[in-house]
């Protein structure tokens, strides 16, 4: 039997995509990922932290859900985080550091629910609390959906910006993104050797940068 039929199998790492706000696991980018890690014998696996319903999201919920999926895992996995899903792989990182060995992160919403970062104007937010939901517009389902103030009010417990995860982690980021200031992730890139960050003429959803991203992403993972 040839030397290379009789060696140890080797399984295909873990690794997960984390989708942004009010977006799912079927979103363009995780499935345009999930094509290109397939020829690689990668699944890649995609939560949906919509579940059990949108209107009680929180990110302590979505730590929760991530944590669970870890554990599911029995190698250290790779998390590929979107906007907000970039905020969870940092959070996750930091909190859960020997089940995850490196991070994507694309337009990762480092300031997210601090100043810096735009979720809503502070009257828009006065309102939230006053009426207890807000609706939101949630591309997944095509219409607006409600969302409970407690899901602000649970982020600012967390501060991804000042988190201090020790994983290799790449990083992409539009130029032209109006949701993620590209300072403020330049920002975060600049105060960490182990963050390589790549600046792109894209907006917010970095669609036209996704062949690129891909090159990034195989080279990085070494597939």
């Not at 990922?33 to 209107?55: K, T």
């Not at 996995?77 to 899903?85: H, Q, R, V, Y």
């Not at 009257?123 to 219409?143: D, I, K, M, N, S």
């Not at 409970?148 to 600012?156: H, I, T």
Request: net charge negative; hydrophobic share 45%.
């Amino acid at each position: 039997m040839p030397p290379w039929l009789s060696g140890p199998v080797v399984t295909a790492r873990p690794v997960f995509y984390l989708h942004g706000f009010a977006s799912s696991s079927k979103s363009t980018k995780g499935e345009y990922l999930a094509n290109r890690f397939r020829p690689h014998g990668i699944a890649l696996r995609c939560p949906d932290f919509n579940e059990p319903d949108f209107r009680t999201l929180t990110l302590t919920r979505m730590l929760g859900q991530l944590e669970r999926e870890l554990k599911s895992v029995d190698a250290p996995a790779t998390l590929i985080g979107s906007s907000l899903g970039g905020t969870l792989a940092i959070l996750a990182a930091a909190k859960l550091t020997a089940a995850i060995d490196r991070l994507v992160l694309l337009a990762p919403a480092v300031m997210f629910a601090k100043p810096g970062h735009h979720l809503l104007p502070p009257e828009r937010v006065a309102e939230w609390r006053a009426q207890g939901t807000l609706p939101f517009f949630h591309y997944a389902y095509g219409e607006e959906r409600p969302l409970n103030y407690a899901f602000y009010e649970d982020s600012l417990q967390y501060d991804a910006f000042g988190a201090k995860m020790p994983q290799p982690a790449l990083t992409f980021q539009g130029l032209h993104d109006a949701s993620v200031d590209h300072r403020t992730v330049e920002a975060f890139a600049r105060a960490r050797p182990n963050v390589t960050l790549s600046l792109l003429e894209d907006d917010h959803q970095l669609i036209a940068s996704l062949p690129a991203i891909w090159d990034g992403i195989a080279f990085f993972l070494e597939l």
